[in-house]
């Protein structure tokens, strides 16, 4: 009997001095990767959308005529910035402040209108600018 108390204290011993064979519990969870998040999206209006005004470019003997003809956007248009270059390659630049629905425009020459090409530069009421007419004659 003595040799069975002796292999149980020898076993407890060893138990003790071992520990146990498991793996203890974990009580944190595995990470998770972080998910990035995106805020929604909300519009915002843009005040330098593409402006919308409409001109008609005629010549006429020693005249070219432009006259501004309104738009959706007439109500913002502030200031034109007129270039007619000439066949010749001259070119004519005149600037018009406040500009009126309906108004024609006249630009008159010595002999016959040979303009090639009018380009008109909008300026709209909150500084935007854009060529608001490219016309090739």
């Given at each position: 009997m003595r040799s069975v108390h002796w292999t149980c204290l020898f076993v407890a011993i060893l138990v003790i001095s071992c520990g146990c064979l498991q793996p203890a519990?974990?009580?944190t969870s595995p990470a998770t990767p972080a998910v990035p998040i995106t805020p929604p999206l909300t519009a915002t209006p843009n005040p330098n959308l593409q402006k919308q005004v409409n001109f008609t470019v005629t010549q006429a003997g020693s005249m070219l005529n432009i006259t501004y003809d309104g738009?959706?956007?007439?109500?913002?248009?502030?200031?034109?910035?007129?270039?007619?270059?000439?066949?010749?390659?001259t070119q004519v630049p005149r600037t018009i402040n406040?500009?009126?629905?309906?108004?024609?425009?006249?630009f008159p020459y010595r002999g016959v209108a040979n303009a090639a090409f009018v380009n008109i530069i909008g300026t709209f009421r909150n500084g935007y600018q854009q060529t608001v007419l490219m016309y090739y004659t």
């Open positions: 519990p974990s009580n738009g959706p956007d007439a109500a913002d248009l502030v200031s034109l910035a007129v270039l007619i270059t000439n066949h010749d390659g406040n500009p009126v629905v309906g108004y024609t425009y006249v």
